[in-house]
């Protein structure tokens, strides 16, 4: 089946500094992938929809300026977390779907640290 | 809004066992439903998946059945396996056809 990538798989980061998030459709073109957000022992929370060539759609209480999301390829999408703080901790994944559209490929997730 | 809730686990069983994980979901209009598995460090595959009432969707062996008069889309299996263990998640896809709303997840421990 249709392959999604994450990088990195983890990271850690100091309080103020920005942390890039890479979400890549191996084998297969999205014009357009969603980023989600899960915390411990919580649901995956929809944060925002990416859209390829246009500007991404925020979920309600996602802060746009602090979540960038760049979808620049039809194969890429970008999530820059900026200024990150200790509250911004969490597993971020990214998701897109081939074919129908209600069957969606997960990337493995990224576990963000800001100390 | 849309919601989905699914029973707490972790459930931990014996090869061979049966299996039912409870979901029910809230929303409006008639959602798809859907049935996630991760396993250890893996991302969410697709495990199976119902778009109408009464719609059975069905993979390896696991089963799930829309009932609308219920709104719930329960997970069984008749006999796990070890490998079978993993965290399932329950998901909806209401507003927007793509967009999914999960449940919390369930963890599912099979033992030898």
């Known amino acids: 089946g249709a392959v999604v990538s994450q990088h990195p798989s983890w990271v850690i980061c100091k309080s103020g500094t920005s942390v890039k998030i890479e979400c890549r459709s191996l084998d297969f073109q999205a014009t357009t992938m969603f980023w989600y957000r899960q915390f411990p022992k919580q649901s995956l929370m929809l944060m925002a929809t990416s859209n390829e060539g246009s500007k991404a759609t925020y979920e309600q209480g996602v802060e746009k300026d602090k979540f960038l999301i760049n979808h620049a390829s039809l194969t890429l999408s970008t999530l820059t977390v900026t200024s990150a703080h200790p509250e911004d901790s969490s597993f971020y994944i990214c998701?897109?779907?081939?074919?129908?559209?209600?069957?969606?490929?997960f990337g493995p997730g990224t576990r963000l640290t800001v100390l | 809004g849309d919601s989905v809730t699914q029973m707490e686990g972790p459930v931990t069983l014996s090869e061979e066992a049966f299996l039912t994980i409870n979901c029910t979901y809230t929303a409006t209009g008639y959602p798809s439903l859907f049935w996630y598995v991760q396993y250890p460090g893996e991302g969410l595959q697709l495990l199976l998946k119902?778009?109408?009432?009464?719609d059975k969707g069905s993979n390896k062996g696991f089963e799930a059945t829309y009932r609308k008069e219920t709104t719930s889309f329960h997970l069984e299996k008749g006999s796990v396996q070890v490998s079978d263990s993993a965290v399932y998640f329950c998901a909806l896809s209401g507003k927007g056809y793509s967009t999914l709303t999960f449940g919390k997840g369930t963890m599912l421990l099979v033992s030898p």
């Open positions: 119902a778009t109408k009432a009464d």
């Open positions: 998701s897109a779907p081939e074919g129908q559209a209600d069957t969606q490929y």
